[in-house]
């Protein structure tokens, strides 16, 4: 399971800005952004659309695309 993570920095442009830089940050989460990364489809159909739609997986394509 994933949660990203938003940060937001700020970047002090005072010259003691440096020494207090653990103070210049804050990291907010948002439950709703949880997701579970799929590595595996168990639907043909979606397997062949994701095939078809990446520029990289020319090494799984069979025919032409437009087959799909």
């Known amino acids: 399971r994933y949660q990203p993570r938003f940060h937001v920095v700020y970047v002090d442009p ?3 800005g ?3 830089a ?3 940050f ?3 989460l948002f439950a709703e952004t949880q997701f579970t990364a799929v590595t595996a489809y168990q639907n043909h159909r979606i397997t ?3 095939i078809a739609s990446n520029p ?3 090494g799984f ?4 695309t437009d087959d799909w």
């Open 61 to 64: 394509r069979e025919g032409d």
């Open 48 to 50: 062949q659309l994701k």
């Open 14 to 16: 005072r010259k003691d």
């Open 56 to 58: 990289f997986a020319k």
């Open 26 to 28: 804050k990291t907010f």
């Open 22 to 24: 653990s103070e210049n």
């Open 18 to 20: 440096v020494s207090r």
